[in-house]
């Protein structure tokens, strides 16, 4: 079954510090790959999405993604965390072609220390 | 312009009653979908719509959910006889056309008591 992975229920870093969020998936083929931020009683925003091509992909809010074909990886970075970023973050995939369904992670819960 | 607007923002029901929960997508955006955000079971899908397609319904928990798209636009997601596991937040996205992002409204927080 399709899947995506994020070890990681609960990060805490502090402020200025660099972020690494994983995220692994089990698909047939490559999916497509997106990051989502949640704040507290809000939607989801998309950061970033990989379809295809270059395998460093840049986001919003300083945020960066490196899509690892033979790791099945998709891990979610940024140099220095501010601590508005404190949110909680979903990886998620999509097949493409007819089947556009987002599979999402469980999420995992960035605090901020300052 | 305006983003995917969700009502009500907060629902409270009792078990066995019905509700209904409506989505505003994106003017223009063909694309609709219906989630499920619970903290058993984290982000799941529901329904899909894509134009005058048929709704891919195959994540709909059971035959008490059930969702309409009214003129390609407006959706509603309708559940009855709720139960206590019904409780979650209702997110709605809609997309320009399947292959772009997925824009998400704010959600409907629906407890069933």
């Known amino acids: 079954a399709q899947s995506v992975t994020q070890p990681d229920i609960h990060i805490t870093v502090s402020e200025g510090a660099s972020l690494e969020l994983r995220c692994n998936y089990s698909?047939?083929?490559?999916?497509?790959l997106f990051w989502y931020v949640q704040s507290p009683g809000q939607g989801l925003q998309l950061l970033l999405k990989?379809?295809?091509?270059?395998?460093l992909v840049q986001g919003i809010k300083g945020f960066e993604a490196e899509f690892k074909r033979s790791q099945s990886s998709f891990n979610l970075r940024k140099p220095s965390v501010h601590w508005s970023d404190a949110a909680e973050y979903f990886c998620?995939?999509?097949?493409?072609?007819?089947?556009?369904?987002?599979?999402f992670g469980k999420g995992t819960l960035l605090t901020v220390n300052p | 312009g305006a983003g995917v607007s969700q009502s009500p923002s907060n629902k409270v029901t009792e078990k066995g009653k019905d509700v209904e929960l409506r989505c505003d997508p994106i003017?223009?955006?063909?694309?609709l979908y219906w989630y499920r955000q619970s903290l058993g079971q984290g982000l799941e899908f529901l329904i899909y719509?894509?134009?005058?397609?048929?709704?891919?319904k195959s994540g709909l928990p059971s035959d008490r959910f059930s969702a309409e798209r009214t003129g390609g636009s407006v959706s509603t997601l309708t559940i009855q006889r709720t139960q206590q596991e019904d409780s979650a937040v209702y997110l709605c996205?809609?997309?320009?056309?399947?292959?772009?992002?997925?824009?998400f409204g704010p959600g409907t927080r629906l407890t069933v008591l």
């Open positions: 996205a809609s997309s320009s056309n399947p292959y772009n992002e997925q824009f």
């Open positions: 698909y047939g083929a490559t999916p497509y």
């Open positions: 990989y379809f295809s091509g270059d395998t």
């Open positions: 998620a995939a999509s097949s493409g072609g007819s089947n556009y369904k987002l599979t």
């Open positions: 003017s223009g955006h063909t694309a």
């Open positions: 719509f894509q134009g005058n397609s048929a709704p891919d």
